[in-house]
């Protein structure tokens, strides 16, 4: 049987931990900055843990 290939969307956006946590990007920070107040911008700073309805799919996409 071939080995699994990764999707390369999403090995592009998840970033998978030592513990085996999926971190992402948050949303939202990549045009019409201007209309945005500062304190959303900082808001949508930083990585955060993906939510537990979209664990399998990302996993089966990174072919964990």
Known sequence: ???????????????????????????????NLEKKASKVTRRMTGTVELAEADRPRAKKLLGL
């Open 1 to 31: 049987m071939p080995k699994n290939k990764t999707h390369s969307g999403a090995s592009k956006r998840f970033k998978v931990t030592g513990s085996g946590k999926i971190l992402r990007e948050k949303a939202g920070k990549r045009h």
